[in-house]
């Protein structure tokens, strides 16, 4: 595995490569919870906790020891973060920032309930908590949720037909914008029920199949997140 990432990995400076790794907490935790529990009651007022606990150097060690990792076996410093279950918090930006993240991701279910209310998923946005900003991505729910619950019934070409039309269908009216539609699938639990396509292989090289030819026309460009962020004058992104 290692050798071929080597070969697609995106290179920043470069403008080359087709794939970024990103990092996750070390151990699964949810960072929100670990800096305060009580947080929990922002997304259901209704809901019992136990005694409250905060142990904010405990969510900034699950991210040291996360980094290390990456850069003990893979050799990389990942810059962005992709948060167990997508939860995430105004807490957790100055950690991230603080740690050398430059984005994460999340679910757009988070990002309806965040202020301002019902902000559309199909860009992403500067997030800024105590002067300190990273980048955030939300993942499209309809996209994830038909990979996790639906493709599983379908023969491999159809998912990928049914996932490009899906996307399509989201570009904006006015030729001159562009929309971001992130994909997150959290686990790879999935892949094992698809009873039509073994592990899913055939939905995910149809897609990047499609997304190729698809390119050419720049109907549609497939991006990693520093990319977009930064912009890549050789892809013209």
């Given at each position: 595995i290692l050798p071929a990432f080597e070969k697609?990995?995106?290179?920043?400076?470069?403008m080359i490569g087709q794939l970024e790794m990103a990092a996750s907490s070390y151990s699964d935790a949810v960072l929100p919870l670990l800096i305060n529990s009580d947080v929990a009651?922002?997304?259901?007022?209704?809901?019992?906790?136990?005694?409250?606990?905060q142990y904010p150097a405990d969510a900034d060690a699950q991210l040291k020891m996360s980094l290390e990792a990456y850069k003990r076996y893979m050799g990389i410093t990942p810059v962005g973060y992709v948060p167990p279950y997508g939860a995430i918090s105004p807490a957790v930006i100055p950690l991230l920032k603080d740690n050398g993240f430059e984005w994460f991701t999340s679910d757009e279910q988070v990002l309806r309930r965040s202020e301002p209310r019902n902000l559309p998923s199909t860009i992403p946005y500067s997030v800024t908590v105590d002067g300190k900003t990273v980048f955030g991505a939300f993942t499209n729910t309809l996209l994830s949720n038909r990979i996790n619950w639906?493709?599983?019934?379908?023969?491999?070409?159809?998912?990928?037909?049914?996932?490009i039309?899906?996307?399509?269908?989201?570009?904006?009216?006015?030729?001159?914008?562009?929309?971001?539609?992130?994909?997150?699938?959290?686990?790879?639990?999935?892949?094992?029920?698809?009873?039509?396509?073994?592990?899913?292989?055939?939905?995910?090289?149809?897609?990047?199949?499609?997304?190729?030819?698809?390119?050419d026309s720049r109907t549609l460009v497939s991006v990693t997140m520093s990319e977009y962020i930064h912009g890549n004058r050789m892809r013209g992104v």
């Open positions: 697609t990995r995106y290179n920043h400076s470069a009651k922002e997304a259901d007022p209704n809901i019992t906790l136990p005694t409250p606990y639906v493709y599983r019934h379908y023969y491999a070409e159809n998912s990928a037909d049914d996932f039309r899906t996307v399509l269908a989201m570009a904006p009216n006015n030729d001159k914008k562009d929309a971001l539609v992130t994909v997150v699938i959290d686990g790879d639990d999935a892949w094992m029920h698809y009873e039509r396509d073994i592990d899913g292989k055939g939905i995910i090289n149809g897609i990047y199949r499609k997304l190729n030819k698809l390119f």
